[in-house]
C-alpha cells in the first residue's frame, strides 16, 4: 500500500457544526502532516506529527483540532469555522520527521464552510 | 527568510514542445528540493527529488531537474510535452533544521495540441 487515503473527499458544513477530516496511510510512515490549501494558492502547513506526537503547530487557530490517535491515523476536528475556512485540506504522511524520502500527499478533502 | 520562488505563474507550450519550469531558492544551506505535480482537486504527486550528488535527477513521467549551487535554482525539464503534462507544478524545499516542506506559488501548465 503506497497510498494515504483521506475522507470524506467533499465535506459541507455550518458554522456551528462539528465535524472531523480523517486520513489513513499504512507505509509505516512516522510522520504526518496536515496542510491547508486555498484555490490557486500552494499548500501552507498546519501540523506536523512525528512517531503520534504534535511536533509543529503552525499557530493554528483552535477551531482546528489534531490528533494522532496511532502511527497510521490523523485526524482534524473541526469545530465552529468560518467561511474563510473553506479550503481543501491536504494530508500527507513521510518515512520520518525529516522528510527526506519526500512526502506522500492524499488527494484532499474539500471543506466548504457555508 | 527561507522561501522558494517560481517566476512564471502561468506557461503555455504546444505538445510536443520542450519546457522548463523555473524555481529558486533562498536559504541558509542547500536544502532538499522537491517538484510535485498537482491535478485540478487532486493531490499533489512527486515528481523528483534532490539531495545531494549528480546535480541532474531523473523522475517520473519523463521529467529531469538540474540543481545548480551558484544560481540557487532548480528548474525543471521535459524534453516534449504530452497533453496530459497540464496542470499545476510545485517546487519544495524543505530545511533540515526545521523540518518544514516550503512550497513555492505554483506554476500552472497549459498544453495546446
Known amino acids: 500500500d503506497t497510498e494515504v487515503t483521506q475522507t470524506p473527499k467533499h465535506l459541507v458544513m455550518g458554522m456551528t457544526n462539528k465535524k472531523s477530516l480523517k486520513c489513513e496511510q499504512h507505509m509505516g510512515h512516522r510522520a504526518m502532516y496536515w496542510y491547508k490549501q486555498k484555490a490557486k494558492k500552494p499548500p501552507e502547513l498546519m501540523f506536523v506529527y512525528s512517531y503520534e506526537k504534535l511536533s509543529i503547530n503552525e499557530s493554528v487557530p483552535s477551531r482546528f483540532s489534531p490528533e494522532c490517535p496511532n502511527s497510521s491515523l490523523l485526524n482534524l476536528h473541526l469545530h465552529a469555522l468560518q467561511p474563510e475556512d473553506s479550503a481543501l485540506y491536504l494530508c500527507a504522511s513521510s518515512r520520518a520527521r525529516d522528510g527526506m524520502s519526500g512526502y506522500t500527499f492524499g488527494s484532499g478533502t474539500r471543506l466548504t464552510v457555508v | 527568510a527561507q522561501s522558494v520562488t517560481q517566476p512564471d505563474i502561468h506557461i503555455t507550450v504546444s505538445e510536443g514542445a520542450s519546457l522548463e519550469l523555473r524555481c529558486n531558492y533562498s536559504y541558509g544551506a542547500t536544502p532538499y528540493l522537491f517538484w510535485y505535480v498537482q491535478s485540478p482537486g487532486q493531490g499533489l504527486q512527486l515528481l523528483l527529488k534532490?539531495?545531494?550528488?549528480?546535480?541532474l535527477v531523473q523522475g517520473i513521467k519523463g521529467f529531469e531537474a538540474e540543481f545548480k549551487r551558484s544560481q540557487s535554482s532548480f528548474n525543471l525539464r521535459k524534453p516534449s510535452v504530452h497533453w496530459s503534462d497540464a496542470a499545476e507544478y510545485f517546487c519544495?524545499?524543505?530545511?533540515?533544521?526545521?523540518?518544514?516542506?516550503?512550497f513555492g506559488t505554483g506554476t500552472r501548465l497549459q498544453v495546446f495540441p
Open positions: 534532490y539531495f545531494s550528488g549528480d546535480t
Open positions: 519544495a524545499a524543505l530545511s533540515y533544521n526545521t523540518d518544514k516542506l516550503i
